[in-house]
């Protein structure tokens, strides 16, 4: 599965989009972007993932860009429980076994 | 809540000695993973299982040993514990390969 990199940390204002970028330059054409994220030492929490295409839910939003070589997690409205490790992870979906690799994510802290 | 199921939350424990833990998938997911967080490695995964079969296969130390029961449960055994095995100990599941749910996890501390 292709590495990926993201910030250690980062900041957003309670209200206000929180915007987490992740480099994924070697990511193959059959590799899908997840993002989970864990809070506090609580089980990861599945939050988004595509392929080529810009998704939503009701968490989030997720932005690939056309190479694929990079994507965006989009909080539109943080709040103080959104404050949590991000991780931006690269997998294929195809057969059986499957795996996660997490990095060391993005620590985003939503503040007053 | 994710719908997978981990027991115990909590287990205390001294070195040398043996634990079972126990994870209850999703209704209807045939893949059971373990992954192991601990503060200096942080979340590695460690094995797969898919419909009671061993799919995959991590850093999965030989002190550990897992299995997948028939109504798809699974468990993870830890022997010889070490007090480097303190961790949190997380299940997910999954119909097949795809998204992962996680459990609360079990959180372990060797003395």
């Known amino acids: 599965d292709a590495k990926t990199t993201q910030p250690p940390s980062m900041d957003c204002a309670e209200g206000r989009a929180a915007n987490l970028p992740c480099n994924h330059s070697t990511i193959s054409g059959n590799e899908y972007v997840y993002w989970y994220r864990q809070i506090h030492s609580q089980g990861p929490q599945y939050i988004i993932h595509g392929l080529k295409n810009n998704e939503t839910n009701e968490m989030a939003s997720l932005i690939i860009t056309e190479d694929r070589k990079s994507s965006t997690l989009i909080l539109p409205h943080a709040t103080l429980r959104d404050t949590a490790v991000y991780y931006c992870i690269v997998k294929t979906n195809t057969g059986t076994a499957s795996k996660l690799t997490f990095g060391t994510g993005t620590r985003l802290q939503v503040t007053l | 809540d994710s719908g997978v199921t981990q027991t115990p939350k909590h287990l205390i424990t001294a070195t040398g000695q043996r634990v079972t833990l126990r994870c209850s998938p999703r209704?209807?997911?045939?893949?059971v993973y373990w992954y192991q967080q601990s503060l200096d490695q942080g979340l590695q995964f460690l094995i797969q299982y898919y419909n009671g079969e061993e799919r995959a296969k991590g850093n999965i130390l030989e002190r550990f040993s897992a299995q997948q029961f028939p109504d798809l449960h699974s468990e993870l055994n830890l022997s010889s514990l070490e007090l480097g095995d303190s961790a949190l100990y997380f299940c997910?599941?999954?119909?097949?390969?795809?998204?992962?749910?996680f459990g609360p996890g079990t959180r372990l501390l060797v003395l």
């Open positions: 209704s209807g997911d045939l893949s």
């Open positions: 997910a599941s999954s119909p097949r390969g795809e998204t992962q749910y």
